[in-house]
C-alpha cells in the first residue's frame, strides 16, 4: 500500500456512457497527478493539480475532464471516449509539485484504474 | 525533449544472479531520478531516488547509481529471487523549472526459480 487509493479497479465502458474515475491520498500531499499507461508506451502525464489547482494540462482531448475538489481527492470524468482510450489510469501525489526550498518530491503511486472502453 | 531509454526491454535470469538493469536519458540536466517497480496490471511502487547530487543510493539488495556527466543510470539487484519478477521503470524529474517526471518503457524482469 503506498497510501494512494484508486476507485474502482476495473471499469468497462460504452462510447457513450460518462464514468468517473476517482482517487484519494491521506498522506499529507499538496500535488496530485493522472498518468496514462498504454501497452508499449512509456507513462504520460496527463494532469497536475497543485494546492487544488490545475497546473498542468498536457494537452489532453476534452473528453478527459480532471476535478479536485480539494487537496487529498482527485477525479478524472470521463465521457464519449474512444476504444484507443483503453488503458491503466494511473493517479499519484507529492508532497509539492515543483521544488520549494528545494524539497524532494518523491512520487507515490496509487494502484491504478483498467479502463476498457468498448 | 528529454529522452528516457531502458535496455533491455525485457530480461530473464535464473534465481541467485545478481543483474543490472540500465537506464539512459539524453538530457542531464536533471534534479532526481527515481526507480519504480511495477508488478502486472498495478501501481507503480518507489524503490530507490537519487538526487542529482548523488552517485547513488542503496535498500537492501538494490542499489541505483547515477551518472549525469554520461546520462546513464543502472538499477543493481543482488542475489535476486522469483518476488522480483516485475517491471522496473525509471523516472526522471527535470532540472530548472521543468517539475514533470519523464519514464522510460519500463524493463520486464522475470527471475526463475
Known amino acids: 500500500e503506498t497510501g494512494v487509493t484508486q476507485t474502482p479497479r476495473h471499469l468497462v465502458m460504452g462510447m457513450t456512457n460518462k464514468k468517473s474515475l476517482k482517487c484519494e491520498q491521506h498522506?499529507?500531499?499538496?500535488?496530485m497527478y493522472w498518468y496514462k499507461q498504454s501497452a508499449k508506451k512509456p507513462l504520460e502525464l496527463m494532469f497536475v493539480y497543485n494546492f487544488k489547482e490545475q497546473t498542468e494540462n498536457n494537452s489532453v482531448p476534452s473528453r478527459f475532464s480532471p476535478e479536485c475538489p480539494n487537496s487529498s481527492h482527485l477525479f478524472l470524468h470521463l465521457h464519449t471516449l474512444q476504444p484507443e482510450d483503453s488503458a491503466l489510469y494511473l493517479c499519484?501525489?507529492?508532497?509539492?509539485?515543483?521544488?520549494?526550498?528545494?524539497?524532494?518530491?518523491?512520487?507515490?503511486f496509487g494502484q491504478g484504474t483498467r479502463l476498457t472502453v468498448v | 525533449k528529454q529522452e528516457v531509454t531502458q535496455i533491455p526491454a525485457a530480461l530473464s535470469v535464473p534465481e541467485g544472479e545478481n543483474l543490472v538493469l540500465n537506464c539512459s536519458f539524453t538530457d542531464s540536466a536533471i534534479y532526481n531520478l527515481q526507480w519504480f517497480r511495477q508488478d502486472p496490471g498495478k501501481g507503480l511502487t518507489s524503490l530507490l531516488l537519487?538526487?542529482?547530487?548523488?552517485r547513488e543510493q542503496t535498500s537492501g539488495r538494490l542499489n541505483a547509481s547515477l551518472d549525469k556527466s554520461s546520462g546513464r543510470s543502472t538499477l543493481y539487484i543482488a542475489a535476486s529471487q522469483p518476488g522480483d519478477s516485475a517491471t522496473y521503470l525509471c523516472?526522471?524529474?527535470?532540472?530548472?523549472?521543468?517539475?514533470?517526471?519523464?519514464f522510460g518503457k519500463g524493463t520486464l524482469l522475470t527471475v526463475n526459480p
Open positions: 523516472a526522471l524529474e527535470g532540472g530548472g523549472s521543468n517539475y514533470k517526471l519523464t
Open positions: 498522506l499529507g500531499h499538496n500535488a
Open positions: 537519487i538526487q542529482s547530487s548523488q
Open positions: 499519484a501525489s507529492s508532497l509539492f509539485f515543483g521544488r520549494p526550498e528545494g524539497e524532494t518530491t518523491e512520487a507515490f
